[in-house]
Each structure stands twice: as structure tokens, then as C-alpha cells.
């Protein structure tokens, strides 16, 4: 079987890698040999051997009969949605760790799938090596899900994790995940929780079986907490984490990113550094934890090419998978309810009196010096909104929500 791969950064030396270093038992499974015929660069690699099978052209690629199957490691929207729906429509199955162009046209380019008898597999578009996207689609069809909830971003759970175990700085330690690589110059995308959510998107989108617009999804970042936050979380008994979810709330669906404080007893409390875990929850099988790297060369490369052996074994035949075009339309996010820990600066001797006559009922926790703690009870957010407007004259160290 002959493969075209788009794209040869840190991804796609990655998928070269895995099928020269397991070629004979990926072909076993395969059931075929697998074949590099083209690699799409605009570079050249005039000293690698691999130079022979370069290409500058999609056209070469796409009006290949022999190519059956195109894998792109190129990432953002275009040129690869462009190249994927050619592929697509010419009878190749598309294989992609891409999120943006999953997140954005999955379900689009399933259902062209669908129609011309191939594959469009993503395996590695979340969670990079942790098998995740083929359990939701094969293994968990039996049941309801009713709460997809996850740590999706290596690099914001390696801050998180470093500003709770060596008391830094967010600028500290976000200085030294970009030294050692795992985060970009422009930390935007995931410091700010926009990687996150266009995961959860896709996870969500595959669960429920319609299309999650991660547009839609309220999304926070971390670039707010501090070491001092970290400090009350240690007293209190909780870990903060950057947590992507889906959840079914009475008779709708809410989806949300946010750093979260939650308990240390909590299935996700234990995952640190730059690992990813995402938590499953369904009507039938109960709760169903995976973990694993969530980025990185060798670990995304590794679910990318066993979504090749997929597509080779299933050629000539769609892998259904429930995810369609139409719309979910998410929960009002000012309706969700939540608890929330507050820190005010105590500038004022009445602070206590005006936060439980606001408030009602609050419980207080040991404070840092100058400053008033406490976690409120559950609330809508709009309701929580509007009682942190009453108090203008006081200062907000910061706010977070609690796992309920």
C-alpha cells in the first residue's frame, strides 16, 4: 500500500520513524506492506536519503491511483483542509493529527468520507499518543456518556505543575517550559486554553454525535493564577488544573475550559508534568480514566500510524463514525452553577459582614496576610456575576472555580 505524507516537521520525521522502526509488525497488522511513495515539502533535504521522495506538488500526490492513503503533520486550516477534501473525493482515506481542521470540518469531512467509501481518522488530533478518538467511536458505543472531562494540554499542566511543587511564578516556569521546548514562542494557544478547547470540542462532538462548534465553548486560561492561589489550594486540600469538560446538565449540554480547583483525591489530581488524562463517565460502564503523553514526536506519530494500519485494514469500507453536521446548541453559560473561591484584599474592617450579607451563606478559609478567602456555595454563574458586582470597593486578588 502506497501512502503519501504531507508535512515532515517534528510529526512527520516522527511517522517516518515509527514505520521504519516497526516495519515488520506494522505490516503484520496491516495485513500489507505500508510504502512511502511521496513526502510533501516545500524544503529540500539535499544530505537525508529521504530527499528522493520529496515533492512539491499536491497534484502528484492527489492524481496518483497507487496513493491510497494521505497522512498530513502539517497543521492549521489551510492548505489541509483544501488538501483533505481533494484526497477525500479522489477515493483516499485522510489521516490527520491536525485539531484545528478536525475541530473545525470533522464532521464535514466524515461524512465525504462516508459518501466516497474511505477513512478520515484523527487519532492524534487529541491527546497525541492516548488512544481516546477509536474508544469513542468503537468501544464505548454501548453506552450514554454523559461527561467527557480532561486534562488536554501538556504544557499548561507542566506550569501548573511546577508553580505547586517549586512555589514559582506563571512568567517563571512559562520562561522554562519554552526553554525546554514544550512551549512554543507564542504560548497563546495553549496558556490560554484555546488548544484545550478545540480538543474538547472534537471529543464532545464524537460523543454526543453532532457537531460541537468550539467557538460556541467559554474558554479561560491559566495566565490569572498565581503561587499565592497555589498556596490556599495546598491548605485547602485541592490541586489546581486547567480542565476541559462536557457534561450533560438536566436536558442540556455544557461545555466549558477553565483552570478548576479540584480535590487531591480526584481522578485528574494525579496527573502532572506534561501529561494529559481525560476522565469518561458513562450510564453503563461508570467512570473510565486514560492517560498518557499528550504531545511530542514519537507519541502522536505513534497513533497517527496506527491509524494507517486502520485504513489499510479497512479498505474499501467506511469506519462508521457518529458525528454529523448538525449543531448542538450549548447551555447558556451564565446558567451553569458553580462554586466559586474568592480572594478579596482585606481593606476594609467590615469585609466579612459585607461578603455574607451579599453572599449569604460563604465558607471562610485561612486567609494569606491582607486578605479575605472564602468559597461560595453553588451558584449560577450570572447570579455569582451580579453579587461580585456589589462589591465595587473591594479588591479581587483572583477567582476560581471549584470541582463540585
Not at 236 to 250: E, F, H, P, R, S
Request: proline residues 2%.
Amino acid at each position: 500500500m502506497k501512502i503519501a505524507l504531507l508535512g515532515l516537521g517534528t510529526v512527520g520525521r516522527g511517522v517516518v520513524e515509527v514505520i521504519n522502526e516497526n516495519k515488520e509488525s506494522i505490516e503484520k497488522r496491516a495485513g500489507q506492506a505500508i510504502d512511502i511513495k511521496y513526502i510533501l515539502d516545500i524544503r529540500e533535504f539535499a544530505d537525508d536519503p529521504i530527499n528522493k521522495l520529496i515533492t512539491k506538488n499536491f497534484d502528484e500526490i492527489a492524481n496518483d491511483d497507487e496513493i491510497a492513503i494521505v497522512v498530513e503533520a502539517m497543521g492549521g486550516i489551510e492548505p489541509a483542509y483544501t488538501y483533505a477534501k481533494s484526497s477525500l473525493l479522489k477515493g483516499k482515506s485522510y489521516i490527520t493529527s491536525n485539531k484545528e481542521l478536525v475541530a473545525l470540518h470533522g464532521a464535514e469531512l466524515l461524512e465525504i468520507a462516508r459518501n466516497n467509501h474511505v477513512n478520515f481518522l484523527f487519532e492524534a488530533s487529541v491527546g497525541g499518543g492516548i488512544p481516546i478518538i477509536r474508544p469513542l467511536n468503537q468501544s464505548l458505543t454501548a453506552d450514554e456518556i454523559y461527561e467527557i472531562t480532561g486534562i488536554l494540554n501538556g504544557t499548561t499542566n507542566f506550569i501548573l505543575t511546577k508553580m505547586r511543587e517549586d512555589g514559582r511564578a506563571f512568567e517563571d516556569v512559562l520562561k522554562e517550559a519554552q526553554e525546554l521546548g514544550y512551549a512554543e514562542k507564542n504560548p497563546e494557544a495553549d496558556v490560554e486554553g484555546y488548544d484545550a478547547c478545540r480538543k474538547i470540542a472534537i471529543l464532545s462532538s464524537l460523543a454526543l454525535g453532532e457537531h460541537v462548534n468550539f467557538q460556541d465553548i467559554p474558554t479561560e486560561g491559566i495566565t490569572q493564577i498565581t503561587k499565592e492561589d497555589m498556596i490556599y489550594a495546598e491548605e485547602m486540600g485541592y490541586v489546581i488544573k486547567l480542565l476541559a469538560t462536557c457534561q450533560k446538565q438536566d436536558a442540556s449540554i455544557f461545555a466549558r475550559v477553565s483552570p478548576m480547583l479540584i480535590s487531591k483525591v480526584h481522578p485528574l489530581a494525579m496527573v502532572n508534568d506534561v501529561f494529559n488524562g481525560i476522565l469518561v463517565k458513562g450510564n453503563v460502564i461508570g467512570d473510565v480514566m486514560f492517560y498518557g503523553r499528550g504531545a511530542g514526536k514519537l507519541p502522536t506519530a505513534s497513533a497517527v500510524v496506527a491509524d494507517i494500519v486502520d485504513a489499510a485494514k479497512h479498505t474499501g469500507t467506511n469506519i462508521i463514525s457518529f458525528w454529523n453536521r448538525d449543531k448542538v446548541e450549548l447551555k447558556d453559560k451564565k446558567q451553569v452553577k458553580t462554586r466559586y473561591f474568592v480572594r478579596l484584599q482585606k481593606d476594609m474592617d467590615s469585609i466579612q459582614n459585607s461578603v455574607k450579607e451579599i453572599f449569604g451563606t460563604v465558607e471562610e478559609v485561612k486567609s494569606l496576610n491582607n486578605e479575605y478567602a472564602f468559597i461560595t456555595e453553588l451558584d449560577t454563574e450570572v447570579q455569582f456575576a451580579e453579587k461580585m458586582n456589589r462589591l465595587p470597593e473591594l479588591k479581587v486578588m483572583n477567582k476560581i472555580r471549584i470541582e463540585k
